[in-house]
Structure formats: C-alpha cells, structure tokens
C-alpha cells in the first residue's frame, strides 16, 4: 500500500508562493505517475496537472499553466506543487494522488487527504 501525505498548505497574500509538498511511503514513489487536484467549497474536484513515474512529462490544467510547476525528487519519495502568483480562485483543498505506472491518466490508485490553500485578496 501506497500512503500519501499532503504539506504545504496555508493563507498567503494575491500574487503569492507556496510549494506544496507530497510525501509518499509504504512503495517506492517512482512507480507512480503522480497528480494533483484541487476543490473548493461548493465545487467539484479539478485536476491541477501531473507529472509522470519517470518525471520526463508533466502536464497542467490551462488555468494554472505558467504559474505552477510540479516535480519530483524520487530519492526523498516527495512530489512537489510550485505555485506562484496566486489568486483568490486558487483557493481549495489540494490533494495528491498516485498511478502505478508511467503516464498520466486520470484515474488514481492511491490519495492523500488534502491540505488547505487560501489565497486572500
């Protein structure tokens, strides 16, 4: 079994930072192609990007495309969200979430259990 544990998270000013970490442990972290997503109150869950096993691909939702990066460092077992010039619609819950195998795919074998964003305006 594959845990994944959310980090990061917290209030910060329109047009800031905030790296987001996802810490995996239980398998090793590069069998997974690993996602995020987000939701906000009253909406549904949308995925923000991913990046695959091998960290050679990343994709992203066009609305955050330019502003947040993801990436990987394998050997901390940790997948990374940066996310600059934020806006108050960033605002939600962000989760990560695990594929075994390479690609990304919308469909996810293993979740974490989120960690808060607010972004003031």
């Known amino acids: 079994q594959l845990q994944l544990t959310e980090s990061g998270g917290g209030l910060v000013q329109f047009g800031g930072s905030l790296r987001l970490s996802c810490a995996a442990s239980?398998?090793?972290?590069?069998?997974?192609?690993i996602g995020w997503s987000r939701q906000a109150p009253g909406k549904e869950r949308e995925g923000v990007g991913c990046?695959?096993?091998?960290?050679?691909?990343?994709t992203y939702v066009d609305s955050v495309k330019g502003r947040f990066t993801i990436s990987r460092d394998d050997a901390k077992n940790t997948v990374y969200l940066q996310m600059n010039t934020l806006k108050p619609e960033d605002t939600a819950v962000y989760f990560c979430?695990?594929?075994?195998?390479?690609?990304?795919?919308?469909?996810?074998?293993?979740w974490g259990q989120g960690t808060q964003v607010t972004v003031s305006s």
């Open positions: 239980g398998l090793p972290s590069n069998y997974f192609a």
């Open positions: 979430a695990a594929r075994l195998g390479a690609l990304c795919k919308d469909e996810y074998d293993y």
């Open positions: 990046i695959s096993s091998t960290g050679g691909t990343t």
